[in-house]
């Protein structure tokens, strides 16, 4: 057997030692990568879940706004029937002939007391 040079076998070394020295900056390197990915996947968990808040609330909004919508409609065709039957009321009030002709006041005692009359109906 031949004896190994003293040198070679220091060189072994160095490199061995070299090797396990990057091997253990790459697992930490790693495992510094594998915590960033991690804090990555639950910061975009996090926005998916916000998103989705927001969009739920924007859903309800839209439907609250139809309905509102819908309320708004009926309320504005009641009052427009509303209105049209006062139009129409008022229009006949002053085509109407005066009840006392001549006598302003006594013709407006008599659709005063007319006017009363279909109140208590």
């Known amino acids: 057997m031949t004896p190994i040079p003293i040198y070679l076998l220091a060189a072994s070394v160095a490199i061995n030692a070299a090797l396990g020295v990057a091997w253990q900056r790459a697992g930490n390197h790693a495992r510094e990568l ?3 990915i991690a804090a990555a996947q639950g910061e975009r ?3 998916l879940q916000t998103a989705q ?4 609330g924007v859903q309800r909004l839209q439907a609250l706004a139809e309905s509102r919508a819908r309320e708004a409609a009926a309320a504005r065709r009641q009052a427009a029937q509303t209105a049209a039957e006062h139009a129409r009321r008022a229009d006949a009030a002053l085509a109407a002939p005066p009840a006392v002709p001549g006598d302003d006041c006594a013709s407006a005692r008599v659709r005063v007391g007319q006017w009363l009359k279909g109140r208590a109906r």
């Open 45 to 47: 968990d996090h926005a």
């Open 53 to 56: 808040a927001c969009s739920d």
């Open 34 to 36: 594998q915590a960033q």
